[in-house]
């Protein structure tokens, strides 16, 4: 696996820029409170992340811990194994312990507010982490990639490999979405879903499983919960096993790497090779195994969020609460979490395909070239 920030400072241009990073990082806290201040050695800062199972989470933990500390930070990282109980108590015991800031990644946007209430009255500031948490006024700021142009990539690169824009078809098309209790996975598959759904409506792209929701409202009937690729496999497999009998799939609309993986499984265990006949599979997130897949054009590509740019930015918000003042925001109107709109920084997703891995992913420092067998 990739990067800690100590390896990362073994070498290498990509390394260099990482630093350059954390540099940046630390020159603007000196612009707020004055790098490791006693501010900062005063603060207890606590990081709720949903999992250790997806690969994603355990870079955002590292990073965001690295950058913190580095500035001084006393800082709790704790990881809930996907259970909302767990993750409960995990925030509660950061409230008792004095965490004057929470960072958290929910696992149920929808299950937070009593903890966040305690959490409140104990004057904490809490920062919602790449998904917003709902149902709650307890909620301060919210940090994250723009969720619904993650799915308009998505969509948008299906419609260009596709030619469907020039009228061709009819496609095969089975499209997935993310965990129902996942504020974001509503976001990935509007942002799909408003430019393909035209096109399911014209007949330029057929979902021969019929599992293709009349409107963006219904994406919950076709969520996989938990974002588990071993649900996206079995999900695949069975509609492979009963609609393709004499046909082939050639679209896979996938909101994110993990179910990628697992629908590329069922796809190979059903036959599938790359070459001509492979659908095209989207994804999310350019994990290292999704990664490895696209080299090897099992996957057609990932949207990809560099998380170390989220820490950058969750530790700039976390700097401004110390200095008493307000963290930069640039949406202040799309995330309604049903008590209040939280003021957002919305970070740019980028599409990443075979032709991008080594000028995005490589040069960068977000994977080695020796990871990846480049
Ligand atoms: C994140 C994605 C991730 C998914 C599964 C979403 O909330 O935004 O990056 O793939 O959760 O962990």
Redesign the pocket.
Known sequence: MRRTLGRAAAGFAAATLALTGLAACSAEREGTTGGESAAAEETIVGIAM??RS?E??NNDGDHLKALLEEAGYKVSLQYADNKVEQQITQIQNMVNEGADILVV?SIDGTALAPVLADAKAKDATVIAY??LINGTPDVDYYA??D?EL?GTLQGQFIEEQLGLKDGEGPFNLEPFA??PD????KF?FKGAWDVLLPYVESGQLVVPSGKSPASVDEWTSIGIQG?ESAKAQSEMENRLNSFYQDKKVNVVLS????LALGIAQALESAGYAPGAEYPVITG??ADLANTKNILADKQSMSVW?DTRTLGNQVAKMVDSIVAGEEPEVNDTETYDNGEKVVPSFLLEPQVVTKDDVESALVESGFFDASELGL
Not at 255 to 258: C, E, K, L, T
Request: proline share 7%.
């Open positions: 949903p999992t997806l994603r989470w990644a790449d998904r994250t990639f969720n993650v993310g965990s996942d504020n974001n996975a990935f974002w909101p994110n790497d993990s999310q997130d969020k």
